[in-house]
């Protein structure tokens, strides 16, 4: 990594980087924030319950918002659709686009990342 230094006219030390380098050092600066809150008890995780839970669920989505306590019903009117589109959401007959995706995030209180299937 190629770091440049420099003190300004008045006194403050500088450093330049490549935006590569900056972006890899807020990366691993997240995910150490991410893992002291966990270790901390701040961040949920998972029971092996919850884990298994999870793993047989019929998605990440529908996961979350049960564990969460959430009806689909209640669910879908917080985000604005009806709970048919909800439970289609959730079984993989339909997608969703941006905009509900983040709705659901938000309203889950759960990263987006954290509801979507990866297949």
């Not at 440049?4 to 600066?29: C, S, W």
């Not at 209640?74 to 909800?86: D, P, R």
């Amino acid at each position: 990594m190629s770091i440049h230094y420099f003190t300004t006219p008045k006194g403050d030390e500088m450093a330049v980087l490549p935006r590569a380098a900056l972006d890899a050092l807020q990366d691993r600066a997240a995910r150490a924030r991410e893992v002291a809150s966990y270790r901390a008890g701040e961040a949920p995780g998972l029971t092996a319950e919850e884990a298994l839970a999870f793993v047989n669920a019929v998605s990440p989505l529908a996961f979350w918002r049960a564990r969460k306590g959430r009806t689909q019903a209640a669910l879908a009117a917080e985000v604005g659709i009806s709970q048919n589109m909800l439970s289609a959401v959730e079984n993989g007959k339909r997608g969703g686009d941006v905009s509900l995706w983040l709705r659901l995030s938000r309203a889950l209180g759960v990263p987006v990342d954290q509801l979507v299937d990866e297949d």
